[in-house]
């Protein structure tokens, strides 16, 4: 039997609840571990206290999520370059084995020459690993330079975000079929095919998550996993989010292990 995927949660969808209270829940809900979003909260950055918190909850921090969204702009510097050095340097104090990023925007040239020639070797030396995650078009525009998986196929390490394909309109067995030897994190939820990356609960919309899942826990995949799940209708209780999480982990792991089955449509993208 092959090695099952460690699962993870996001701290993204918790990003205004205090962290302390987001590792409690996490733990709560039966995860090992979590990926930590890099934001405005200084707690964020501070190896230290997440050092206190992982020890105080239980769960340790594999994964770091660089702040490259457009809220968190100015997090860890404004420029694409500084702020990638700056996440790595992070993750390595935090002891993450994976930074995720985002791709510059097409117009920074600089930036996309540096990313697909420099970064790998800056997280190698400080002993961690960049990971360049698919993102998606925006009004039907694609602003960032890494949307398909032939421009994922230029780095050495993916996070394959299934959401993300979904808004791309690519379908996830294509894209993993050609990402398979590069992925190194997946960032898992479902979308209902509005257009927008919704991170939609596992079943409840248009994506093959019982087929792909399945096929990726077949496939040998044994790395990590993290659930990306819109958290917002269950913040308003501690147990209505332990419940929810602990539910999308029990539906994950059923998944990857070929013994669950997701009650929600699961036809093919765009099938």
């Known amino acids: 039997m092959n090695p099952a995927p460690r699962l993870l949660v996001s701290t993204g969808p918790l990003l205004l609840s205090p962290l302390d209270w987001v590792f409690d829940t996490v733990a709560a809900a039966g995860y090992s571990g979590l990926e930590l979003l890099v934001a405005h909260n200084p707690e964020t950055r501070d190896p230290q206290r997440i050092a206190a918190l992982s020890a105080a909850s239980g769960l340790d921090v594999p994964v770091i999520h660089g702040p490259y969204m457009v809220l968190l702009r100015n997090v860890l510097g404004s420029g694409y370059i500084d702020k990638t050095r700056a996440s790595l340097e992070l993750a390595t104090a935090m002891g993450a084995q994976t930074m995720v990023a985002h791709a510059p925007f097409r117009w920074e040239r600089k930036a996309r020459g540096w990313v697909v020639a420099e970064a790998d070797g800056v997280a190698d030396e400080l002993g961690t690993t960049f990971a360049m995650e698919n993102l998606f078009p925006v009004a039907g525009r694609n602003f960032y330079s890494v949307v398909t998986p032939a421009e994922l196929s230029?780095?050495?390490?993916?996070?394959?975000?299934?959401?993300?394909?979904?808004?791309?309109?690519?379908?996830?067995?294509?894209?993993?079929?050609?990402?398979?030897?590069?992925?190194?994190?997946?960032?898992?939820?479902?979308?209902?095919?509005?257009?927008?990356?919704?991170?939609?609960?596992?079943?409840?919309?248009?994506?093959?998550?019982?087929?792909?899942?399945?096929?990726?826990?077949?496939?040998?995949?044994?790395?990590?996993?993290?659930?990306?799940?819109?958290?917002?209708?269950?913040?308003?209780?501690?147990?209505?989010?332990?419940?929810?999480?602990?539910?999308?982990?029990?539906?994950?792991?059923?998944?990857?292990?070929?013994?669950?089955e997701t009650s929600a449509t699961t036809a093919p993208l765009g099938g």
Do not use: M, Q
Not at 180 to 198: E, I, M, P, T
Not at 200 to 207: K, Q, R, V, W
Not at 210 to 226: D, K, M, N, P, Q
Not at 232 to 253: H, I, P
């Open 154 to 260: 230029v780095f050495r390490n993916v996070v394959f975000d299934t959401s993300h394909f979904a808004v791309a309109g690519i379908d996830l067995f294509e894209a993993w079929n050609t990402l398979a030897d590069r992925v190194v994190h997946l960032h898992v939820s479902d979308n209902f095919g509005n257009g927008k990356d919704s991170h939609a609960p596992i079943g409840t919309g248009i994506l093959p998550l019982e087929r792909f899942l399945g096929h990726v826990g077949a496939s040998g995949y044994a790395g990590t996993i993290t659930l990306e799940l819109d958290c917002r209708a269950y913040l308003d209780s501690r147990d209505s989010l332990v419940g929810f999480l602990e539910g999308e982990r029990r539906k994950a792991e059923d998944l990857f292990t070929g013994a669950g």
